[in-house]
């Protein structure tokens, strides 16, 4: 088994419900994503979350970007942050309510501007990241030819195929620069050739930087279970209206993350069997 330690909490939920009058959609939500360290190696952490369509997937998608807040409960980022001690200046750990704008937000729709090229919606994006100031051509000419889209950059968003829409708008959040990327069903209505493109650019991502965190709402289990460390699972259970998460999958545990040739491993088909039984 790879060696890896769980560290801080980067991100967490306490206790979130969502409530509209009298309906319930979301209760009692708990859980916690945490640092994850491979020793050598630069590692982000990939965080799915799977359950039925109306399980409430969207709105909590929703509660975590800070678009909306919950009803009761809490989601809070942990963060590191220079302090001043004695003559000196150290990082310490602080947590807060996470607020719109903390997360790079990917919707389905990949909406981009339409009257402005790529390399304009890239730039507006660079400039809204302090740590790219003076380098944000640099960083835009880096991540295309990374991402494959360098060809494209002076095209409008109508001129795109959807792979290279959702690619500039992947490249739009990671040049903004926040930790976390927050994607709302990233695989679907791709042909089976871009999805892999897609798989490889996510995981890619999360390899760029230690506290990179990727939180991934999908119906396609299999492709979501091949990219990440843990699976949460949205349900019902018997404690009362509304869904809640009734599974954590740890699949570094289990032997299933960072691995490339999953598809025909026992351990992940059984894993995909459990999961749709708990759905
Ligand atoms: N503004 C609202 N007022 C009342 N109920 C709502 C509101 N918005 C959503 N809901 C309800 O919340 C539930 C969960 O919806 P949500 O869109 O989060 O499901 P989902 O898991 O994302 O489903 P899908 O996989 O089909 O996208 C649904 O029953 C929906 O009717
Ligand atoms: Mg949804």
Redo the contacts with the bound molecule.
Sequence with gaps: MTSYIKKEVLLQAKGVSLC?GE?C?LRDVHFSIRDIVRPGIRQGQVVSLV?R???????LFRLLSGLQKPTAGSITLRERKPAEVGNGVIEVWRERPVQAGDMGVIFQNYYQFGWRTVKQSLLLAARRNPALAGKQEEAIREYANRFDIADVLQQYPGQLSGGQQQRVSIIQQLLKGSNFLLLDEPFSGLDICVLEKVTELLLQVSLSDELKTLIIVS?DIATAVAISDTVFILGRDAGGEGSTLVREIDLIERGLAWRSDLREDKVFLDTLAEIKDCL
């Design positions: 509209y309906k959609i359950g369509s109306g399980m409430g997937k969207t709105q119906h």
